[in-house]
């Protein structure tokens, strides 16, 4: 008998190969060309590390401490403003007791009346004219320069408080603004001329007394 002849597959006949079996087989040759290293490594796998998030990290916490800064400068007191508040007060009363203690006051007004009227009652009756001259004009004249005087011996003195405030105030506080001291320096300026002025009219130094004698 004549043996049967064995058949052979051919090509057409094989399986078809998969492609999960294809990707296999490219990834086995990859492999094996390399000599055991993977051809392609993924994104992100070197050992470079990556500066872009530090340098973000350090951007952010450089604007945090600008905003801070910038809060703090904003959100801290005005000590020299608040300090002044108090020594600007004093100063224009200062500048406006040694203009009035110049011009004269409604009290310094009343009072010379006052002399004047007392003088009348005193010399009425019996008085010479020297003694009416003297207790009508000049005691009302008198009045009148003692109490400028006084008011300009007050601005003197609240003047020279508010400039020789800085040098028993609190260490680092005790700097003033500029406007402050020029009003009180012009407070006792106007102070020493009222006081100067009241001293010539109380002393009759500017002018004397009317006389009788000829």
């Known amino acids: 008998m004549n043996a049967t002849p064995a058949t052979t597959k051919t090509d057409a006949e094989t399986e078809p190969t998969t492609d999960a ?17 993977p051809a392609e490594t993924a994104p992100g796998a070197t050992g470079t590390p990556d500066t872009g998030g530090s340098e973000r990290l350090q951007d952010e916490d450089a604007l945090d401490d600008a905003h801070d800064d910038h ?5 801290a007191p005005a000590l020299p403003a608040r ?3 108090g020594a600007g007060a004093a ?5 406006a007791l040694g203009a009035v203690s110049l011009s004269g006051t409604w009290m310094g ?7 004047t009227l007392v003088g009348q009652i005193k010399t009425s009756q019996t008085g010479t004219a020297a003694q009416q001259i003297q ?15 006084v008011f300009a011996l007050l601005a003197l003195i609240v003047g020279a408080a508010v400039l020789a405030r800085p040098a028993f105030g609190t260490p680092g506080r005790s700097e003033q603004p500029v406007w ?5 320096l012009a407070g006792v300026v106007l102070g020493v001329v009222g006081l100067l002025i009241s001293a010539g009219m109380y002393f009759d130094l500017f002018a004397a007394l009317p006389s009788t004698k000829g």
């Open 21 to 37: 079996e294809t990707e296999g087989a490219s990834t086995t040759e990859a492999v094996s060309t390399t000599g055991g290293a």
């Open 109 to 115: 007004k009343t009072l010379s009346e006052r002399a």
């Open 135 to 149: 207790e009508i004009y000049g005691n009302s004249w008198h009045t009148t320069a003692l109490v400028n005087g």
């Open 83 to 85: 300090a002044g508040f």
């Open 180 to 184: 402050v001291k020029a009003v009180a």
């Open 71 to 75: 809060d703090a400068e904003f959100d």
């Open 91 to 95: 100063a224009v009363v200062a500048a």
